[in-house]
């Protein structure tokens, strides 16, 4: 298979030719004026590396978390086709421990959509709470119940999320590290010095850093003065310009070297659905905006609905950095950290047919995984879960 453009994003340059796929696999690179005859055609749009998204609770109406268990297995699938669309190749789904067990089968089964490249528990072992947000007592370590939600994964689990400060949170780093399982720090209510130990302690990546973590104030760095200062700490980030200010997006990025950060969604179910009011996750009403954005009633942000995709239209546009400098922080970063950057990450020979082909406005035109387009907008104009749309909008 031979793929045209005009600008495609290889590790290291910007070609103006064809790729050359075979088996699944990147194996062979031509210049525009090569004598090729039968092409796939996205001169005019551009062609990236494949999304890697390692912090997805739910996208296009399929969520992973909440009390409804009903066709769980349908609804992984669907959040993956839901991936697909925003331009994402591979994925940790972030769901709830009850679908653990589900989100590993389909794992297994590679159904159509972004491939499941692991899991990640979020919790359940968490401290802090969001702006506003009502504190309550931290829950009790009980590594029982961190041994099942290992055994859930099958395999699958690389990342969980913990408050370091929860009593007994040793043992559950110890017992996952153990398993290989990388510790992350998250909604936490540490000051500097005390992140700094947890960082000594075995934590090595920041979940969506500068959101639900102590802050910098210049008397005392707070959780997050330790996650940028600390450079072993690879760190998660939201860049949909409302979860950060894009200037503080800027101080983050100039004390961080850029192949420290992943660029997450942390999306919810409500990402990609119109505007309106909704019932989110069985409990209260809230509202999407027209940019697309969820709010409760008193305009608290309520969670992320914005893709990894629309981040990187936020960096280029509004931090006015270089394309080449935002997309290994959409990619490459994930996977050479979680250990799969050989296969997968880039645009490059050998490695996996991972592709997301965009348009001037960062909308996915076409995404392919290993070779095999998955999602194609001249075909599907629209992907949304209907019965999302049902029972929850107001």
């Given at each position: ?23 699944g ?115 009790i ?12 994964c ?89 979860h950060?200010?894009?200037p503080?997006?800027?101080i983050?990025?100039r ?8 660029m ?15 019932k ?11 940019q ?35 997309l ?29 082909v ?10 392919y ?26």
């Amino acid at each position: 298979m031979y793929i045209k453009c005009d600008r495609i994003y290889c590790e290291g340059d910007v070609l103006d030719g064809y790729l050359v796929v075979k088996d699944g696999k990147i194996v062979d690179l031509y210049p525009c004026d090569a004598d090729v005859h039968s092409f796939i055609d996205y001169t005019g749009y551009r062609i990236i590396p494949g999304i890697i998204d390692t912090h997805i609770h739910g996208i296009s109406g399929f969520g992973l978390l909440g009390k409804d268990c009903s066709d769980p297995e349908r609804r992984v699938e669907g959040f993956l086709k839901g991936c697909a669309v925003n331009g994402l190749t591979g994925v940790f789904p972030t769901p709830s421990p009850d679908m653990l067990a589900c989100v590993a089968k389909v794992a297994r089964e590679e159904p159509d959509g972004a491939r499941i490249l692991g899991i990640h528990s979020e919790g359940p072992y968490l401290n802090r709470v969001g702006e506003n947000g009502i504190q309550t007592e931290p829950p009790i370590i009980n590594l029982e119940e961190v041994k099942r939600i290992y055994e859930d994964c099958n395999g699958y689990l690389k990342l969980m999320a913990i408050a370091p400060e929860i009593e007994g949170s040793q043992q559950v780093i110890d017992y996952l590290r153990e398993k290989g399982v990388i510790l992350s720090y998250a909604h936490s209510n540490c000051n500097y010095e005390e992140a700094m130990e947890a960082f000594e302690r075995g934590l090595s990546v920041s979940t969506h850093t500068a959101n639900v973590m102590s802050g910098i104030h210049h008397r005392n760095m707070g959780g997050l003065g330790a996650c940028l200062l600390n450079e072993k700490v690879f760190c998660e980030v939201i860049c949909d310009g409302l979860h950060i200010a894009p200037p503080m997006l800027e101080i983050m990025f100039r004390v961080k070297n850029f192949d420290h950060w992943f660029m997450v969604s942390d999306s919810s179910e409500a990402a990609g659905a119109p505007a309106g009011s909704y019932k989110f996750m069985d409990e209260f009403t809230v509202t999407i905006d027209k940019q697309g954005f969820c709010k409760s009633e008193t305009g608290r942000l309520m969670g992320s609905t914005k893709s990894v995709l629309y981040g990187v239209s936020v960096l280029v546009n509004q931090l006015h950095l270089p394309l080449e400098k935002v997309l290994p922080m959409s990619s490459l970063n994930a996977a050479n950290f979680y250990g799969f950057g050989t296969q997968k990450g880039s645009i490059a020979l050998g490695k996996d047919a991972d592709l997301v082909v965009i348009d001037g406005e960062y909308k996915t035109i076409a995404t392919y995984v290993e070779g095999r387009i998955v999602y194609d907008s001249r075909i599907e104009k629209e992907f949304f879960n209907q019965d999302y749309l049902t029972r929850y909008r107001a």
